[in-house]
């Protein structure tokens, strides 16, 4: 047991070395400003800055406009005239800066193409597309990612959002077909989805001639990842020139259909070159506590090796080594030296002490920065151990603000997953399971709830219920669970959603205010609810929830609804009583904005409360937050819509 708790510490390590690449490499993003469109070449003008935009999830941006009336059949005698009602907009924005805003039409319909140029780069931004509409982001201006409204597309293709499109050439050796996402977690028109690119431009050699295909090492759509180290051997469909060459720049469509954008950022890539060479090692037998207690000693064995590898030595337990090389540099930079062991270890470069941690049991992930020009520099490692219960294992990574993470360590001297762990995935069958853990809210462990259930239903559209609240946490489409946290081992009793997760909001809801300012309560205490678990709908199979709340006794219904695509809440509280004042909070976030058809937008467009018209919602300011409260009757009914 004590083996493996090491090691997974050691797994640990290694995965939080991506989290330390992006951290040192943060200064080199680079942001449009979208204060104007300089970044940008010139264009026929339906590319416009504003400042903000909103999109109607119920008007399709292809609807036709009503027909005009024959001049001779505008007036009936026997009828009066009337205004004419106005049809809701697709699209409407507001003047102003930082939204990047298409709005195409037959003359002016250009693609939008940057005016800098990339190779390898990492590009986030954010992206809205209303009901019905089309575009796409093309990197280089030859390989595209498509965006279109795919929201609750069961079976995603190439054509829909987040899919690499085809080419339509007909030559054979010419035709690529494209790929379809892995999964479809695309959000409802009118909400911002968030897109991360990792792109590797295709290479060439001093001829000219290709020798490796663009790739898109990762893309993921709103926090899920629907490409996975994809090669393009071939510019898709539509590219601004049909060939391929080691840079070019971003292209947006324009003659699709209406998009907006936001949060534009990217990260101009490279491969390091280092290397390590010239390598000769002194390994030591012996219990020994510090670096200095071998350091005088002869030497158990001594030779050369051609990669760093804790492999030379003759014992796993109780050992001291040192080894010595040279260390190319390939440019001017500032550079990140990780390095990663058991036991204790040392790392001097060019006469420079970067690491020092003396402990014999010890296993360290150590980091440190250092200005080198372009040269070869000395470089000096120590490393010992005496500790049975932990393999030993040596590492030395090398990365720059601009570049990607490289090892200068033999693969067996620390490998990446030597104790892989299968996951635990929880599948819906013909019925809905329900699933008793802990949740950690927005992925924050501070944030645990500890009496949620999560319920799968078959339809693919899922939720957790915080019985200690009694409140609607999450909801998401796709798969359920990951139960490995909770099952895997010892466990920490937590399962994560799989899916785009839409998180809610994680108090109570239901409370007797003294007014409409008043907060609702948060916390465990002055809650005043108590769950009485839940029972199965005989026709759904599905639970239906019971709690009190002050003597009410009130039942709670949450199920999927309008082909699955959203999720429907139904709350009835038997025998109300008279007592004023009770309140049911639909919604919170950073800002709610009310549109057309009882239909709300929440937390700066990331999803949708549908209401009854028989509501009487109100938007009020509380804790630093909006919210959507409505009073309480003896039942209400709502939509949430992602």
Not at 377 to 397: C, H, Q, T
């Amino acid at each position: 047991m004590i083996k493996s708790n090491i090691q997974r510490i050691l797994l640990a390590s290694i995965a939080a070395l991506g989290f330390a690449s992006a951290s040192a490499q943060q200064s080199s993003v680079h942001t449009l400003s979208l204060q104007d469109l300089s970044d940008f070449r010139p264009q026929a003008g339906n590319w416009q800055i504003v400042g903000d935009v909103t999109m109607n999830p119920t008007v399709d941006i292809h609807h036709e406009e009503k027909k005009e009336v024959p001049e001779g059949k505008k007036k009936n005698k026997k009828t009066k005239d009337t205004p004419a009602t106005p049809q809701p907009q697709a699209v409407t924005f507001s003047q102003g800066k930082g939204v990047l805003l298409n709005m195409n039409d037959g003359t002016k319909k250009d693609n939008l193409v940057s005016t800098f140029e990339h190779g390898d780069v990492e590009l986030e931004l954010e992206l809205m597309i209303p009901k019905g509409s089309n575009s796409g982001i093309y990197l280089q201006g030859r390989y595209e990612v498509q965006l279109l409204d795919s929201w609750g597309v069961l079976d995603a293709k190439y054509s829909d959002i987040g899919g690499i499109y085809r080419n339509w050439e007909k030559e054979p050796g010419k035709i690529y077909m494209g790929k379809a996402p892995l999964s479809n977690p695309a959000k409802a028109p009118g909400l911002w989805q968030k897109m991360k690119i990792s792109f590797r431009a295709p290479k060439f050699d001093s001829s000219g001639k290709k020798i490796a295909n663009a790739r898109f090492v990762s893309v993921d759509l709103n926090g899920v990842k629907i490409h996975d180290n994809l090669e393009v051997p071939l510019p898709t469909g539509g590219p601004l020139e049909n060939n391929e060459k080691s840079v070019g720049p971003l292209m947006i469509q324009g003659d699709h259909g209406p998009v907006a954008f936001r949060n534009i950022s990217y990260r101009l890539m490279n491969d390091i070159k280092f290397s390590l060479t010239d390598i000769t090692y002194k390994t030591y037998k012996g219990n020994f506590k510090f670096i200095a207690d071998f350091l005088s000693l002869k030497p158990t064995t001594t030779g050369k090796t051609t990669e760093l590898s804790c492999e030379v030595l003759e014992d796993e337990d109780a050992y001291g080594s040192v080894y010595t090389g040279t260390l190319h540099a390939p440019e001017d930079g500032t550079y990140q030296f990780t390095m990663q062991y058991t036991g204790g270890g040392r790392l001097v470069i060019n006469n420079q002490q970067l690491v020092n941690s003396e402990s014999p049991t010890g296993q360290g992930r150590d980091k440190a920065s250092l200005v080198l020009k372009a040269g070869s520099y000395p470089v000096e490692i120590y490393n010992y151990k005496d500790a049975s219960w932990m393999p030993p294992r040596l590492g030395l990574f090398v990365e720059s603000e601009t570049a990607y993470p490289q090892s200068l360590h033999a693969f067996n001297s620390l490998p990446p997953d030597e104790d892989p762990t299968s996951p635990i995935f929880i599948k819906v069958g013909s019925e809905p399971k329900l699933l008793r853990a802990f949740l950690d809210f927005k992925g924050q462990r501070k944030d645990r709830l500890t009496h949620i259930i999560g319920v799968g239903d078959p339809s693919g559209t899922h939720y957790v219920y915080d019985l200690n609240a009694a409140n609607l946490v999450c909801v998401w489409h796709g798969d359920f669970v990951d139960a490995t946290p909770m099952w895997h081992d010892r466990g920490d009793g937590s399962f994560r959603p799989q899916g785009a997760v839409q998180y809610l909001f994680n108090s109570q809801p239901l409370a007797f205010l003294a007014n409409a300012n008043e907060a609702f309560p948060t916390g465990v205490q002055g809650r005043d609810v108590r769950g009485h678990g839940y029972k199965i709908d005989e026709v759904t199979s599905r639970p239906v929830f019971n709690f009190t709340y002050q003597g009410l006794e009130v039942e709670d219904k949450v199920y999927p609804d309008d082909n699955n695509r959203m999720i429907t809440h139904e709350v009835v509280v038997k025998e109300r009583g008279t007592k004023p004042g009770l309140y049911y909070k639909l919604a919170e976030g950073s800002a709610i904005q009310a549109l057309e058809d009882d239909l709300y937008v929440v937390d700066d467009k990331q999803y949708y409360i549908k209401i009854s018209p028989s509501m009487q919602p109100s938007i009020r300011d509380a804790n630093g937050k909006k919210e959507l409260i409505v009073p309480m009757a003896t039942a209400l009914k709502y939509s949430i819509i992602w």
